[in-house]
Each structure stands twice: as C-alpha cells, then as structure tokens.
C-alpha cells in the first residue's frame, strides 16, 4: 500500500513539475516574441520620427516665396501682372482699408 501511495505522489509531482516548466516554456516564448515585436515597433517609430522630420522640412521649403513663384509659374502658368493692372495702396490702405486706384478722389 505504501509503494502504492508513493508512486501516485511520485507521478503526482512529476507531473506538476512537468506543466509548470511547460508554463515556464509558453510564458518564455511569449516574452521572447513580445521583445521581437518592441524592437519592431521602436524600429519603426523611429523610421517615422525621420520620415515626419524629412516631411516638415519639405513643408518648409513649399513655403519659400521662390517655391511659391516657382509652382505659379510652371504649374499654374501664371505670370506678374501688367503694369496697368496694379492698383498702388495708400498707407491707411495698407492697415485694412479697401485699395484706392490713382484715379479715385481722396476722402
């Protein structure tokens, strides 16, 4: 009877030590593969923290008034004006008032 108790205890602990280096085993490929994923993702963080800073230096450069031209004059196929179509602004114009061309009278 006591070889038998023994060899249930026996297979008892022998199994419990089983699932938990089993446990130990799942939960260490688990930690594994979320360490592959954490690099991944800080890989690609970083990736896009060069690509934001490449695309803010971009919008800056489209700010310039010589990208500005640039673009109105290839793209847009736009040109300065004629002479005679600009208005000249009084200095009172320039704070907010409406234009005044030089044949209109003065208040």
Known sequence: MKGRRFVVLWT?????????FLVHLALRGRIVDVGYRLGKARADQA??????HVLELEVTSHMTPQRVELVARTLLG???????????????AAAGATPVAQGDAAP
């Open 12 to 20: 008892l602990a022998v199994s419990a030590a089983s699932a938990a």
């Open 47 to 52: 990736r896009l923290r060069e690509m934001k």
């Open 78 to 92: 736009m040109n300065p004006p004629p002479p005679e179509k600009v208005l000249p602004m009084r200095l009172e």
